[in-house]
């Protein structure tokens, strides 16, 4: 229900819409072998290297053949090997000399805050190729990355991704929403047949889907706006399932599903159809199935409803992603010119701030001084931010009231001179020795306040001291308003005619003061090595 849509836009995609019987017969046979493949993962003597728990199923495999390793990075080190996906966890066997090592387990169904995402690697731990997925948790000590060698495209990394990301989100789900027995294994068995489909398309096609991850169940849901509602109504459905099961001890007549009406075959029917079974709690069933959700006739269930509302929504995000897309440019200076066209209007109103406060303009500064101060005086200002908001809501009603069916005015940007290889280059390294300089006047700043709480300087530490002693007996006895108001005149009247001489001298000795404290002490230790056993 909630992938059907999207597993009919894959077959229809080189079609216009239409599906023609030579496809989806070909997707039939893809569907047929990639059952008839992991049936026989299911059976091979790879179960006992591995020591599964009970009702654990294999799901895929990959790194057995040679030409096509898995490459395990650990730190700088890579070690090839095989990598396999049950419905439970994930597996890496190493390569050794003669045979596979002892397979390391990476948990997907315990809470454990699992983070699995696509990462970038390289020899001697250079990012260079996009072609690995990185898995981590609290239960190791350091990120394990997997890497999918591959000569063009990164495709068998976007597989293995989706389908690692589809077992860790059932298990989310499951957990989320306390399921057991024969619901825990529809769930399980949902996200299984996913994966199923997600195959087939690729052993019929010979290739992935642009985004493979909208064919799986949990994983598309809980990338949907709104998928937390579509998990919500299939769980409402899943529980049932549990508790009808132990009413019955196992089994469904024909007279009880005729009677409450029409319910549609569940996941684990299928499996079992299939010829998989779910040992842990999954209880048994007949070949009727078991009754998971109602199908209304001429009306939608609160499933589809949710699917639906869903679906449209995700149209709108795609519509909005597209225009992001679009105005993205590249290069530093390109995106710093877009960026002050954009605050323009900002930039501006800073500007005639600063003008006010150079005094350049008697009339206009002390009008702005007077109107201010009494605002601050009269208790206004707490008006000031509703009275911004109400400002911004009038007039984006107003905009869209005039504007309607009208284009938005594109931003119009003075391109920067272009820029070769070298040139940008050199615009980055000037940009990062700018970040640098003001991470270390940042450090020396906070290293030098950390030497006046500690009276590194007492001279310095007792006037600081002195000074908040005095801020402090004024904060308390002035109320809050006069309070405002003399550090708005103090900073406002800096530079006027009458203060500029008095204001450069106390500004020259508050420097000098400051450059006379000494910084805080600092030692750099290195990190202690120790070596990895593997």
């Given at each position: 229900m909630i992938t059907a849509c999207n597993l009919f836009d894959v077959l229809t995609a080189s079609n216009r819409g239409r599906l023609p019987f030579l496809i989806y017969d070909k997707y039939l046979g893809g569907l047929e072998k990639a059952i008839k493949t992991m049936k026989n993962q299911s059976v091979s003597s790879h179960l006992s290297s591995l020591r599964l728990d009970k009702g654990e199923m294999i799901i895929d495999i990959d790194g057995t053949v040679t030409t096509q390793p898995v490459l395990q990075h650990l730190g700088i080190s890579a070690w090839p090997g095989r990598l396999t996906l049950t419905d439970h966890a994930l597996y890496f066997e190493a390569l050794g000399i003669v045979s596979y090592d002892k397979a390391k387990k990476y948990d997907l169904s315990a809470d454990l805050k699992?983070?699995?995402?696509?990462?970038?690697?390289?020899?001697?731990?250079?990012?260079?190729?996009?072609?690995?997925?990185?898995?981590?948790?609290?239960?190791?000590?350091?990120?394990?990355?997997?890497?999918?060698?591959?000569?063009?495209?990164?495709?068998?990394?976007?597989?293995?991704?989706?389908?690692?990301?589809?077992?860790?989100?059932?298990?989310?789900?499951?957990r989320k929403f306390h399921l057991e027995g024969v619901g825990q294994a529809e769930a399980l068995s949902k996200a299984v047949l996913g994966i199923l489909r997600l195959r087939a398309i690729r052993e019929a096609f010979h290739i992935l889907p642009p985004h493979p991850e909208r064919l799986l169940t949990f994983n598309f849901a809980e990338k949907l706006p709104g998928g937390d509602l579509i998990l919500e109504a299939l769980a409402e459905l899943l529980p049932s399932v549990d508790a009808e099961s132990t009413k019955n001890d196992g089994g469904y007549s024909s007279e009880k599903i005729e009677k409450n009406g029409l319910y549609s075959v569940s996941a684990v029917a299928t499996m079992s159809n299939l010829g998989f079974m779910f040992t842990k709690g999954s209880g048994t069933t007949d070949e009727l199935g078991l009754p998971v959700g109602e199908v209304l006739v001429g009306e939608w269930t609160p499933l589809e409803r949710a699917v639906m509302q869903s679906r449209n929504n995700f149209k709108k995000l795609e519509e909005a992603q597209a225009t992001i897309d679009g105005v993205k440019v590249d290069g530093i200076d390109t995106n710093a010119a877009v960026m002050k066209e954009l605050l323009l209007p900002v930039i501006q109103f800073a500007k005639w701030l600063q003008f006010l406060a150079s005094w350049e303009d008697p009339l206009k500064s002390a009008t702005f001084c007077t109107i201010f101060s009494y605002t601050i005086y009269r208790n206004w200002l707490g008006y000031a931010l509703p009275c911004f908001l109400l400002f911004i809501a009038v007039f984006m009603l107003c905009s869209r009231y005039f504007n309607q069916a009208k284009p938005i005015n594109e931003v119009r940007v003075t391109a920067p001179p272009p820029q070769n290889t070298v040139e940008q280059l050199l615009t980055l390294q000037q940009a990062v020795s700018q970040v640098e300089e003001l991470v270390q006047a940042g450090n020396i700043v906070l290293l030098k306040l950390r030497a006046l709480l500690l009276a590194a300087f007492p001279q310095a530490s007792e006037r600081a001291a002195l000074v908040l002693i005095l801020v402090a007996i004024i904060v308390a006895c002035l109320p809050l308003k006069i309070g405002v108001l003399i550090v708005f005149l103090e900073i406002f009247t800096r530079q006027m005619p009458l203060r500029r001489p008095s204001t450069d001298r106390m500004t020259r000795r508050l420097r000098e003061w400051w450059f006379s404290i000494p910084a805080a002490p600092v030692v750099l230790e290195k990190p202690k090595e120790e070596k990895k056993k593997k």
């Open positions: 699992q983070v699995v995402k696509p990462e970038l690697t390289g020899p001697w731990g250079a990012r260079l190729f996009d072609k690995a997925v990185l898995y981590k948790s609290i239960s190791i000590p350091e990120p394990v990355v997997m890497e999918f060698p591959e000569l063009t495209g990164h495709s068998r990394r976007d597989y293995w991704l989706a389908i690692i990301e589809e077992i860790l989100c059932v298990h989310q789900f499951i």
